[in-house]
C-alpha cells in the first residue's frame, strides 16, 4: 500500500470540497472510534507492528482524523465526506469505504469552523532524526473561508439557526403557513407584505421538508445553513412566526392575527377588515348557497310597511297610513279634547311605558341629546320579501347602530388597565402612545369641593366616592399608559367644582405631553396636551361644576374637541324634540319571540337618514347552521352587504333593555305628559 495514493487523493478532495461548498460540517462521530477504524481496516500485512506501534499509527495522522476526518459537504439530504474518494489501491478504498460509512451514519454535530491560530491540519511530512527517513502524513491547509476569529459565537449562531429552523419546520403547519399567506396575499395583516417572501420561501421549504424521511430531516437542515437566506430559517421567531404558531396551535385567527397586531401595530391601528381566507370563503359560500341563504344577503332600510300591527306598539298619525288605516279607526271615534300640559318630568320604567302611555298615545316626540349619538340606530329589512331567515329569529329582520359609538382608545385601554369607565364622573389620561418612548410618571389628580384631593397618595376619597383606581408609575415601551380617576354615582358627590389636572411627578425625558379625557353623564369631552412636561409640573385640563339640579358643567382649561351646541346626527338636530313615527321592539322580540338575545326599544324619528355605510346584519343574530362554523367569513360578508337606500326609513334612536340609560319623550293624547323613560 502506497500512502502517497491516498495522501494525493484525499488532499485534492478536500480542496475540491473547500472551494465548492460555502459551509462544511462536522458529523457527530467519536473521534477514538473514528481513528481506530482507520488503522483497524487497514490489512495488518501492510500495517506491522514498527517499533512499538503499527506503521499507519503517528500523532501527526491521528490529529489529522480527529480534526478534519468527520468534516462532511451536505447537498439536499446527501452527505459527502473526505473519504469519498477512489485510488488504484483497493486496499486503501476499502479504508476509505468504511470510514466514510460510519461518518454519514453519525449524523451532524455542528459547522466547520477552524481560528485563524489553526489553518494547516496535519503534517506534509517530516524526517526521521534517528534514521533520517522520509514520513509521508495527511495534511490540508484550510481555506479562509472556514477561518473566524470567533469560532464560538460564530458556531453557536449557527446551532441556534438550526435549531430554530427545525422547530419551525417540524411544529408550524402546512395549513398555518398557507393560511398566514392568504392574508397577506389579500392585503390582511398590517405590514404582512413585508413577510411575503420569507413566507413564502418557508413553505417551499416546508413542502419539501415533508417529503424527506425522518431520518434525514437534521442533515437536510443543517444543508439549509449554506442555500437559505437567515430570515427564512428563522422566520418561527419572528412576529409573523409568531403568529403561525398561534395558527398551529389552534388559536382562533381573529385572536392570532390580534396578538400578530399588537407586537408591530401602533397603539391607534385600527383594524380595517374582518380576517378571513379564500378557503374560508368558499365554504362559507357553498354553505350559503346550500342552505338556501343566497337571497337573503341582498338588505334595504325598513319602513313602516314592512312591520305587521301586531309588533308596532305607536305609530304616528303621519305615518299610520303607511302601516294599516284601520290601525286608529277606534282612536279616531275619540272625542277630542285640548291637550292640558304638565311641566313636572315624571319617571317610568320602559316596561310601564309600553304598556300604560303608548296605547292611547296620539303624538310621541323623544328629546334627543348629543350624548345619545352613540343610540342610532336603523332597522334593516330583507330586499326579497320572502328570503329565509339567516337569524335566531323567525323573520329577516336585523337592526344596525350607528359606527360612532365606539368607545375612544384611551377609554379602552383604561378599561384595559383595569380602571372603571362606568362612573357618573372619570377623568382619565394617557401618554406613551406616539410611537416615542415616554418613560414619565404622569399622575391625575382632583381637588374636591371641601379641598379633599385624591391622587397617587389619596386614591380613595369616601365623601364623595372618587378614586384613582389606575396608577402607572413606569410605562412600558410600545404600550400606552393611563391614569384614570372615577366617581361611581350621583348619590355621594359633593355640590361644587372639581378641578382635574395633570401633575409630572417626575420627567425622563419623555415627549409628546398627554391625552386626556373627562367623561359626565356619557358626555365625553377630549384634550390633547403636545408641549413636553417637566417635573412638578401640574397642568389644568378642567373644572368640572356639580350643580345642585344634579347637573354637570364642564370648564375646559384646555382646547375641548367637545362642544356643548346642537348639531346634526342623520339629519336630526339635537337638543330638541323630534317627533317619533314608529315604536317598537327590536325584531328578535316580534310575534312574542322571546330569549334570542336582548330586548332593544326603537323610537323611529321622523326624518331620520342614515349617515353611514351600516352592516347588513352581525354575526351575533346569525343560526346555528352559519355560527360559529362560518364566523369570520360571515362578518365580512355582514360588513359587505349593500344595505339600499328607501324612502321613509326607519332610523332613530334603540335602548338596550340590559344598559342603562334613558329618555325624555314629550306624550300627547288626552293630555300632554313629559317622562323620563327609564331603561
Known amino acids: 500500500m502506497d500512502f502517497i495514493t491516498i495522501k494525493k487523493a484525499i488532499e485534492k478532495h478536500v480542496s475540491k470540497m473547500m472551494e465548492d461548498n460555502s459551509i462544511l460540517y462536522v458529523a457527530n462521530v467519536e473521534e477514538d472510534v473514528l481513528y481506530n477504524l482507520y488503522l483497524d481496516t487497514i490489512p495488518a500485512q501492510h500495517n506491522k507492528i514498527y517499533r512499538i506501534r503499527r506503521e499507519y499509527d503517528c500523532s501527526c495522522c491521528r490529529h489529522y482524523i480527529k480534526r478534519l476526518g468527520a468534516v462532511v459537504a451536505i447537498n439536499g439530504t446527501e452527505v459527502e465526506s473526505i473519504w469519498d474518494v477512489e485510488t488504484e489501491d483497493e486496499n486503501w478504498n476499502m479504508v476509505c469505504t468504511a470510514l466514510s460509512e460510519y461518518v454519514k451514519s453519525c449524523g451532524i454535530k455542528s459547522v466547520f469552523l477552524t481560528s485563524p491560530k489553526e489553518t494547516t491540519f496535519g503534517c506534509d511530512h517530516n524526517i526521521s532524526m534517528l534514521d533520517r527517513i522520509r514520513y509521508e502524513h495527511f495534511c490540508t491547509n484550510v481555506s479562509n473561508r472556514f477561518v473566524n476569529h470567533s469560532v464560538g459565537t460564530a458556531m453557536s449562531e449557527y446551532q441556534s439557526t438550526h435549531d430554530v429552523c427545525k422547530r419551525g419546520l417540524d411544529e ?16 390582511s395583516l398590517y405590514r404582512g407584505t413585508e413577510h411575503k417572501k420569507e413566507v413564502n420561501d418557508f413553505y417551499n421549504l416546508k413542502k419539501k421538508y415533508e417529503t424527506i424521511p425522518d431520518v434525514s ?9 449554506s442555500t437559505s437566506h437567515v ?7 419572528t412576529s409573523i412566526g409568531t403568529l403561525m404558531i398561534d395558527i398551529s396551535n389552534g388559536v382562533e385567527l381573529d385572536e392570532a392575527v390580534r396578538k400578530y397586531e399588537a407586537m408591530v401595530a401602533p397603539s391607534n391601528y385600527k383594524r380595517s377588515k374582518p380576517v378571513f381566507t379564500q378557503r374560508m370563503l368558499d365554504d362559507a359560500r357553498a354553505k350559503l348557497t346550500e342552505l338556501g341563504y343566497i337571497d337573503s344577503l341582498k338588505r334595504r332600510y325598513a319602513t313602516a310597511d314592512d312591520i305587521s300591527v301586531d309588533n308596532i306598539l305607536f305609530v304616528n298619525r303621519d305615518t299610520a297610513k303607511q302601516v294599516d288605516a284601520d290601525l286608529f279607526a277606534e282612536l ?18 320602559a316596561e310601564d311605558f309600553v304598556a300604560n302611555v303608548l296605547p292611547t298615545a296620539k303624538e310621541v316626540y323623544a328629546y334627543v341629546e348629543n350624548r345619545h349619538s352613540k343610540n342610532f340606530v336603523s332597522l334593516i329589512a330583507p330586499e326579497i320579501a320572502n328570503s329565509k331567515s339567516m337569524f335566531k329569529w323567525d323573520n329577516n329582520f336585523s337592526w344596525a347602530y350607528t359606527g360612532n359609538a365606539t368607545d375612544s382608545e384611551l377609554k379602552k385601554n383604561v378599561e384595559k388597565a383595569g380602571g372603571s369607565i362606568d362612573g357618573v364622573m372619570r377623568f382619565s389620561i394617557q401618554w406613551n402612545d406616539t410611537g416615542e418612548y415616554n418613560g414619565n410618571d404622569e399622575d391625575a389628580h382632583c381637588i374636591l369641593p371641601n379641598k379633599e384631593e385624591i391622587a397617587y397618595y389619596n386614591k380613595h376619597n369616601y365623601t364623595t366616592g372618587g378614586e384613582l383606581d389606575v396608577d402607572i408609575m413606569s410605562p412600558v415601551r410600545n404600550e400606552p399608559a393611563v391614569e384614570n380617576i372615577t366617581f361611581s354615582s350621583r348619590d355621594k358627590l359633593l355640590v361644587g367644582e372639581y378641578l382635574f389636572f395633570v401633575n409630572t411627578y417626575c420627567s425622563r425625558g419623555g415627549r409628546g405631553g398627554f391625552r386626556a379625557e373627562i367623561e ?11 408641549t413636553d412636561t417637566r417635573d412638578n409640573k401640574n397642568v389644568n385640563v378642567a373644572i368640572v361644576k356639580y350643580n345642585k339640579d344634579g347637573t354637570f358643567t364642564v370648564n375646559s382649561l384646555l382646547d375641548s374637541t367637545y362642544s356643548t351646541k346642537s348639531k346634526k346626527l342623520w339629519n336630526v338636530t339635537t ?15 316580534w310575534d312574542k319571540q322571546t330569549g334570542n338575545g336582548n330586548l ?10 342614515n349617515e353611514e355605510n351600516p352592516n347588513g346584519f352581525y354575526n351575533e343574530f346569525l343560526c346555528a347552521d352559519l355560527y360559529p362554523a362560518h364566523r369570520k367569513v360571515m362578518e365580512a360578508v355582514g360588513s359587505k352587504c349593500h344595505v339600499s337606500e328607501t324612502e321613509n326609513q326607519l332610523s332613530g334612536l334603540g335602548f338596550s333593555s340590559t344598559q342603562r340609560n334613558d329618555l325624555i319623550v314629550k306624550v300627547v293624547g288626552a293630555s300632554e305628559r313629559v317622562l323620563r323613560v327609564k331603561f
Open 231 to 237: 430570515g427564512v430559517l428563522r422566520i418561527r421567531n
Open 575 to 589: 337638543n330638541d324634540f323630534v317627533p317619533v313615527s314608529v315604536v317598537c321592539y327590536s325584531p328578535n322580540y
Open 172 to 187: 408550524l403547519t402546512t395549513d398555518a403557513v398557507l393560511t398566514v399567506l392568504e392574508l397577506i396575499n389579500q392585503d
Open 600 to 609: 332593544h326599544y326603537f323610537f323611529m324619528l321622523k326624518n331620520c337618514i
Open 520 to 530: 359626565v353623564d356619557g358626555e365625553l369631552y377630549q384634550y390633547d396636551y403636545s
Open 332 to 349: 279616531s271615534k275619540e272625542t277630542k279634547s285640548s291637550p292640558k300640559k304638565f311641566s313636572k318630568v315624571e319617571e317610568i320604567s
Open 217 to 225: 430531516k437534521d442533515v437536510f437542515v443543517w444543508g439549509l445553513l
